[in-house]
């Protein structure tokens, strides 16, 4: 039996960008399975999606590099210093603020057992900056080796998209893509994996089934497996 | 060619630049594209200085090098030839009535011409002329300390890498310390308000130039600074520092500003997948791998549906 894993986007941001216990299980479950797809909808939306998110977090790190340069004169950063950066040159971050704050957090507890220079924590926002376009499933030869793009031409479902229940952006594309992938000959068995359990999983408002029993029940899909993260570990 | 009867005060003034210069060198030197600019820059700002430069008229901008003549060679009495060396720029051969133009503003552009033939007549390459042409008319402090980090980074030698590496006990610390201060300067003296357009780029052209330093590449260095400067003269500079341009020329420039970004950024981009190839593992994300992770999930839920 040949078994065919389609992945949504957010499993492909796990594998590739983060970089905690949820990538692991994301990684796990893509080196596990030797035939995870991923449909033309899903590469495309990855591909914007993880560039947005790469270019947004590694210019506000860079920005915020750009203040801490100007604003802060010593050239010790002291305990008093690092707070009066998280007080003062946070405020501006946005998306980067959680993990710079942690940062500082981290920064602020070594400042009491030894010297922390200025120029230190201008390079480790450089170096922040850069890690933020690193590959996190490099040592598994990188995303691209992980997974499969699916080719082939995929002809429309109407029957099946007009029964359809999730209407989400790009989900029901997505949905009859993986539908297409079930239907060929080259699967028997499709597993569509999905960090998305709200539009792909569960029962929406006073929809009449869920919306996993809709989809299983309207495509050829046989199974949802739900990557999202709990924050359980 | 133009009718002679169209060459006014500009066409005479680069007309003037490339005959007095033959005449003081016996016509030993040549010019080339880049030093007829500066040279036709430096005489509007003398005749600038003399209340005369709105009689002249000529056009130009700022572009990669320092102000450049805009307009069709034959419009301005010249003809450009490319040689292996460039584009050698030389006089048509007209006689001095040809220009209509009055007498005394003749008279100011022959001796601004031989003054600048006599001061550079004996200056060989580009270097000097572009060097002095940013010391004095640079139009913000960023375009010139620019030019001074473009300078630092050509002397800069390849294999002082693997020496440094060698001498810090194997620490990569590349030529970081010697472009890091030339980077510091450049972000604090950017204008955010009057480039604002290639603000973006900017930040992520110091991110990529910071970490290709910390490795040393100083062929990727050089090269993206090219680059950089060429996205920035034609997003920001021609469009900010210009003389006497039509405005529709100028309009056009607007309009193409994306289009030059974006080459960029494909660009950047490519040097970006080097550095980062190339780069010393370092962990910093890592130690903060909860926040970071929640935040990327989050982004990608947010932009999304």
């Known amino acids: 039996m040949t078994e065919g894993f389609v992945l949504d986007t957010g499993v492909l941001i796990g594998v590739s960008v983060e970089n905690d216990t949820h990538h692991n299980e994301c990684v796990e479950y893509v080196v596990e399975r030797s035939d995870c797809y991923v449909t033309p909808t899903v590469e495309a939306e990855f591909q914007r999606k993880e560039a947005e998110i790469r270019t947004t977090l590694s210019e506000e790190i860079s920005e915020h590099r750009h203040d801490v340069s100007q604003e802060v004169d010593q050239e010790v950063a002291s305990d008093g210093v690092i707070s009066w950066i998280e007080t003062n040159l946070l405020e501006s971050v946005d998306n980067a603020y959680r993990c710079l704050k942690a940062y500082y957090e981290n920064k602020r507890r070594e ?46 479902y109407p029957d099946v998209e007009r029964e359809l229940l999730i209407c989400e952006g790009d989900d029901p594309v997505v949905c009859i893509e993986a539908h297409h992938i079930a239907t060929t000959s080259e699967v028997t068995r499709t597993e569509l994996a999905t960090t998305n359990p709200v539009h792909f999983i569960r029962r929406v408002d006073d929809e009449d089934e869920t919306r996993e029993e809709n989809i299983l029940r309207v495509t050829e899909i046989d199974e949802i497996a739900d990557l999202s993260w709990d924050g359980s570990i | 060619m133009a009718d002679s009867s169209d060459f006014g005060p500009d066409a005479f003034l680069c007309h003037q630049v490339l005959r007095q210069m033959e005449r003081a060198s016996d016509g030993k030197k040549t010019v080339y594209e880049t030093e007829f600019n500066k040279l036709c820059f430096l005489a509007y700002k003398e005749l600038e200085e003399e209340g005369l430069a709105d009689e002249v008229r000529l056009p130009m901008h700022w572009y990669q090098f320092g102000m450049k003549v805009w307009g069709q060679p034959d419009a301005l009495a010249v003809l450009y030839n490319a040689d292996n060396r460039g584009t050698k720029v030389i006089p048509q051969t007209l006689s001095d009535s040809a220009f209509s133009l009055r007498d005394e503003l003749k008279e100011a552009i022959h001796r601004v011409a031989r003054q600048l033939a006599g001061e550079y007549k004996f200056t060989f390459g580009t270097d000097v002329i572009v060097d002095d042409s940013y010391d004095e008319y640079a139009p913000t402090p960023f375009v010139k300390s620019y030019h001074e980090y473009r300078r630092t980074i050509e002397e800069l030698e390849p294999g002082q890498q ?20 030339h980077l510091e300067t450049l ?6 308000s009057t480039y604002n357009e290639a603000y973006a780029e900017f930040k992520q052209w110091d991110s990529v130039t ?7 590449d100083v062929d990727a260095l050089i090269e993206l600074s090219k680059a950089f400067w060429k996205m920035f003269s034609r997003v920001e500079l021609r469009i900010h520092h210009n003389v006497d341009i039509p405005s529709e020329t100028v309009a056009d420039w607007i309009m193409e500003r994306e289009q030059h970004k974006q080459e960029f950024r494909s660009q950047l981009a490519e040097y970006r997948q080097i550095a980062v190839a190339n780069r010393e593992q370092t962990n910093h994300l890592e130690q903060v791998s909860d926040e970071y992770s929640e935040t990327v999930r989050n982004m990608a839920r947010d932009e999304s549906r």
């Open chain 1, 111 to 156: 400042a009491r057992f030894r010297r922390i220079d200025k120029l230190e924590i201008i390079s480790d926002l450089e170096e922040m900056e850069m890690e933020t376009w690193e590959d996190a499933a490099a040592t598994h030869g990188g995303v691209s080796e992980l997974v499969s793009n699916w080719d082939g031409p995929i002809p429309s």
């Open chain 2, 162 to 181: 693997s020496l440094a590496n060698f001498v810090d006990s194997g620490s990569a610390k590349g030529h970081i310390s010697t472009v890091r201060p």
């Open chain 2, 187 to 192: 972000v604090s003296e950017y204008p955010k």
């Open chain 2, 210 to 216: 910071r970490q290709l330093a910390k490795t040393g």
